[in-house]
């Protein structure tokens, strides 16, 4: 047994007050970025059906899912363009990045409440995106810096739970203020973290070991030295792999998660329930979707260790591969039953979207401190350029088969890829995190 885990199965040390604080900074903050997240998907059909008019466009369910697919592919863009946080991070350090990211996503999250059309919409959207892209690679660097090596793995599972008990947040805000009083107030709802940025800025100091990493090199590490490093011999290989794995997860999540509240919506209308029904339903929808997740989280460090990275996230890879296609492909069309049915699989749906959380540990475990902001923002931000052309592929498939089933359904196929790419990726099961 190697030094690592005999160290492991010792007795864990106890955090200090620094590092409860860093922890509560990032999930608080990977929370808030989880809830303006899902706070669109949410309003999506209803948000579409007020300012499609507004725009002259009619609408239609074929031009609201078209339309819909077109702006989370814009979101998306946006997203991508956060990665240049991580080379921020790395020059200027982990907790002031976080404050400006948070800052970023809040603001323009609350603008979208005044957006007078489509247009504006999708560029407050976009704008959020970027900040909103920027929370999980500065906060999963940050706790795992900061936390002992005996509970770093655990630790950055449980920060990641934030994104998932955001998404249960704005199911409560939609239900108890979406369903009420429109969608505008959701997105007023959505620039509530920008209060978070006070308690990070008196409280939470910058880990140790990106200090020392400081210090070593005489000076911040450069921006573009950081960034470069990534495509170094040494790391090049692991770079575009993880960028490939990222692809898979973010294909998933836009189809397993972003569309359950439409199809939910779409599934309640047409078994007649009314709007406010079908806002509630959705509300439920997604509760069910964050719980699962988050028990996922508690799972997946556990078999993490035991078992190994790679084999870990194949797991949930297969769960959401399965439940993406039973959903969307076959439940959407029951007919009678397809509202009950498609609830169960949102359950399955959210436990697979658990596979997230392997890269929270396992990028960190990959990258020395100089450049580990920047290869994690790098590796999970491009991904989303690639989604975001999937996304817009299926919102132009849901328009041009008037569904929305099959097209979603067909996102299933990314992840036989992400299978078949994982025995190539880094296995850093029992090892230090990188100096």
Known sequence: MNSVTDTASAVKPRLNRNQVRSFWAAWSGWTMDGMDSFIYSLVLVPALKDLLPKSGIPATDANVGYYGGLFFALFMIGYGVALVWGPIADRFGRVRTMMYSILCFSVFTLLAALSVGIWTFAIFRFLAGVGVGGEWSVGASLVSEDWPEERRTMGAALMHTGYYFGFFLAALANYFIGSHFGWR???????????????????VKEPERWERKVDELGGSVAMHLAFFKLFSPEYRRRTILNSAYLIVSLVGLWAGSVYVPAAITFLATASGKTTLQGA????????????????????????????????????FYTIMMAFIWIA????????????MWFMVCTFFLGLGGANFIVYSFWLPEQYGTE?????????????????AGFTFLVGSGIRHYQTLGTPVGLTALAFVVGLALLPFGVETKGKPLPA
């Open 371 to 387: 450049c580990r902001a920047s290869a994690f923002a790098f590796t999970t931000n491009l991904g989303r350029f690639a989604a």
């Open 280 to 315: 509630q339903l959705a509300s439920y929808s997604s509760a069910l979707f964050g719980i699962a997740t988050i028990l996922g989280a508690l799972i997946v460090p556990l078999l993490a260790d035991r078992y190994g990275r790679r084999f870990t996230l194949g797991i």
């Open 328 to 339: 969307f492909g076959r439940v959407f069309y029951m007919g009678t039953d397809a509202l």
């Open 185 to 203: 107030w959701m997105f007023v709802v959505g620039g509530l973290p920008a209060l978070l940025i006070g308690f990070i800025r008196n409280n």
